[in-house]
């Protein structure tokens, strides 16, 4: 069986056991908390410091809501009402709140690479948890995505998913194929505008196309993602009806997909630009159900990372 973890920055190369034990976990804790109606006491007497740098709406409180589902307190560090803002340097930050006494730190930071940094930077024995960095990876997303296919498809390997929207910028749609990658599934489309199409380099092990008709064919997942105009160079930035012209999920496009496919979005969601309101709240949108999971899938998380 492979090692427990003890920070976790990105899913790329977690052997597939890892990955299974963590949505095992995931599940347990679903059960063990009676699907959060109680509280369970693994971490009680921890301390877990939210560090986010970028805005958040579901995820950072999915993680708050996981560290107090399982006994732990919480800190919260909000950017807005930090020293950061008056220029001190990330490290001197970090050191500060660990010698507040910290277990873990779970962060989101616009730029790639920052929970690795952390990871070098903080003292021994606190544990970082990556909640998104910049385009590169947002684990705890790939977890809940492969944890919600597999509550419907139990068996990865005859699957066929596409990823459609800015893949260029997304850290979900590269956690996603870490995830899924990782777990057996046949065939990864990822579909973009070329503009918002990634190196193919970086992606030897999925199809790469600019035809979302054609990449949506037979699918049995479809996993839209949002434009994230935000990390975007204003060139680059599409005309929204065209976009959804071509790249949007309607209910016309998804019946070329698998019968009874399943449609996912990490949200937030720009309705009537990648997804239309009747497929994101018809009958076969996974979208709540991501939600629901990410909680699960962050009470695994830290239970992996802080346990003894
Ligand atoms: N919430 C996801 C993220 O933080 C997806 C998005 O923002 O579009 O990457």
């Known amino acids: ?63 708050e809501l996981a560290a107090r589902r399982l006994g732990a307190d919480v800190v919260n560090f909000d950017i807005g009402f930090s020293s950061t803002s008056k220029g001190e340097a990330l490290f001197d930050t970090l050191h500060t709140l660990e010698a507040m006494h910290l277990d873990a730190i779970v962060v989101r930071h616009k730029v790639s690479g920052t929970p690795d940094e952390l990871v070098r930077h903080a003292m021994s024995g606190v544990s970082v948890v990556n909640a998104g960095d910049g385009n590169r990876a947002h684990p705890t997303q790939g977890l809940l995505d492969a944890l919600t296919i597999r509550q419907h498809r139990p068996d990865f390997a005859p699957l066929t998913v596409v990823i459609c929207g800015d893949v260029k910028h997304s850290r979900v749609a590269r956690s996603d194929v870490h995830a899924l990658g990782g777990l057996g599934v046949k065939e990864i489309r990822l579909c973009a505008p070329r503009a918002l199409m990634p190196e193919p380099s970086e992606f030897p092990q999925c199809i790469l196309t600019d035809d979302f008709d054609a990449a949506v064919e037979s699918a049995d997942v479809v996993i839209m993602l949002r434009l994230q105009k935000e990390r975007m160079a204003a060139t680059d930035l599409p005309d929204e009806a065209a976009y959804f012209e071509r790249y949007g999920l309607d209910k016309r496009r998804l019946e070329r997909a698998a019968r009874g496919a399943l449609v996912m979005h990490p949200g937030p969601l720009n309705r009537g630009i990648e997804i239309a309101s009747e497929v994101a709240d018809g009958p076969q949108s996974r979208i709540l159900e991501q939600v629901g999971n990410g909680v699960f899938v962050r009470m695994a998380v830290l239970a992996e990372v802080l346990g003894r």
């Open 1 to 63: 069986m492979s090692q427990r973890l003890r920070h976790l920055t990105t899913l790329e190369h977690l052997p597939r056991d890892t990955i299974e034990r963590l949505l095992d976990r995931a599940e347990t804790m679903r059960d063990g908390c009676a699907h959060g109606t109680r509280k369970l006491d693994l971490l009680a007497g921890r301390t877990i410091l939210n560090l986010f740098f970028e805005p958040s709406t579901r995820t950072r409180t999915s993680f």
